[in-house]
């Protein structure tokens, strides 16, 4: 495989070419986060020295939901796919805006279908999203020879909403966002609307090849279904095969050609709705974060003796990390500490935003906390 460390657009044009590459047929690549401390860790996990399986062009490296470092396969096909199924549903292919880090699915597809239609892809550059960054970069995009796009989280799109001017203008010139990676709540609907911004919510992981229902509608070729128990099952030919040296994880979530993910759903007239996770995932500024990885970070710190954390709804974030922590008597634990020590582990979006110190944690039977009360009675 071939790695590249993405540190900026310089690192970005890198990536234009060995994915070009790989979708030829060449060596898959492994995108990676160059300023992100978790990223060599994730890098020794997709075991570089073995073989990669067959049919492979991308490797996404993911901690998904359980905080366990495993790499989503994506072949040529899932990824052009995707990538012609978007350009079919938002209006033709175009000029794109790389607003998201390109390790992860979404910002790679963007990088992928400007390949595909031969266009250009302006990049952001790295750091925190900044509006009047954002605007400085849409004003050097090419003006003329199709529509234009990006895509997003929707905590950039509220951050752009809030700050108006030239970064909300340059937001309105788009024929499309994505908004994906997090829900699109009815209220930044809304806004959206009443301030001329044309969204498309989309939903979607790294096995799917980013987005592969938008705004409820599976993109052409794919299918989506619910289980009995609300569990959303999703089909079609923007399918990964499978996970990087983990055949058993391979056959338990990819069965029968349908991909079995660990969010809840409900199907209306063709339209899904996505309800939540089924796991204990918080989805903060379309990152998400695993509440076992964090309570495993805190509850190695000296002076601590428990830890839950939970997800709280956030207005500009979707949701935040909250952590309520039980000390030793004689603890000495302080919340920068923890706090730091997360951020050293996982990086600053699994940073719990909330912390409280409490003498005990709710419970619920044989001594299973209770997650339900942690939230109404810690964090009311």
């Given amino acids: 495989m071939r790695e590249v460390w993405l540190d900026g657009p310089e690192t970005i044009e890198e990536l234009k070419g060995t994915l070009a590459e790989a979708l030829a047929g060449g060596p898959p690549v492994l995108p990676l986060d160059a300023r992100d401390p978790s990223a060599g860790r994730l890098r020794d996990a997709m075991a570089p020295g073995e073989p990669v399986e067959p049919g492979t062009a991308v490797i996404i490296a993911t901690s998904g939901s359980t905080g366990e470092p495993k790499g989503v396969l994506l072949s040529a096909g899932a990824l052009t796919s995707s990538a012609t199924a978007t350009h079919d549903r938002l209006g033709g292919p175009g000029h794109w805006l790389l607003a998201t880090p390109a390790q992860y699915i979404g910002g790679l597809q963007v990088v992928v279908r400007s390949l595909l239609a031969g266009t250009s892809c302006t990049v952001l550059p790295p750091g925190p999203f900044r509006a009047d960054q954002f605007a400085e970069a849409v004003s050097g995009m090419p003006r003329s020879g199709g529509p234009h796009y990006t895509a997003m989280v929707p905590t950039q799109l509220v951050r752009l909403l809030d700050a108006g001017g030239a970064g909300l203008e340059a937001a309105r010139t788009f024929d499309a966002i994505i908004l994906g990676a997090a ?5 930044l609907r809304e806004r959206a609307a009443d301030a001329g911004v044309r969204i498309v919510p989309a939903y979607g992981m790294s096995e799917t090849a980013s987005g592969c229902v938008y705004d409820g509608v599976p993109l052409d070729g794919v299918r989506a279904e619910v289980e009995p128990d609300g569990r959303i099952l999703l089909s079609g030919p923007v399918l990964a095969h499978g996970y990087r040296l983990r055949p058993e994880l391979t056959a338990e979530s990819f069965v ?13 007239d063709g339209k899904l709705a996505v309800l939540g996770r089924l796991d204990h995932v918080i989805n903060t500024g379309g990152v998400k974060v695993s509440a076992a990885a964090v309570e495993g970070v805190l509850t190695g710190c ?3 003796r428990e830890a839950c954390v939970v997800a709280l709804p956030d207005a500009e974030w979707g949701q935040i990390v909250a952590a309520a922590v039980v ?11 923890l706090r730091a020590a997360v951020g050293a582990r996982l990086g600053a979006a699994a940073v719990p935003k909330r912390l409280e110190f409490v ?20 964090f009311p």
């Avoid at 829900?183 to 209220?187: D, K, Q, R, V």
């Avoid at 029968?256 to 209306?268: A, I, K, Q």
């Avoid at 003498?359 to 810690?378: D, Q, T």
């Fill in 256 to 268: 029968d050609g349908w991909f079995r993910t660990s969010d809840e759903g409900v199907l209306s």
């Fill in 359 to 378: 003498e005990a944690l709710p419970l619920r039977g044989p001594g299973k906390i209770n997650r339900s009360a942690v939230v109404s009675r810690i």
């Fill in 302 to 304: 000296t002076g601590v």
């Fill in 327 to 337: 000390v030793e008597p004689a603890g000495a634990a302080d919340p920068s500490g």
């Fill in 183 to 187: 829900a699109t709540s009815a209220a």
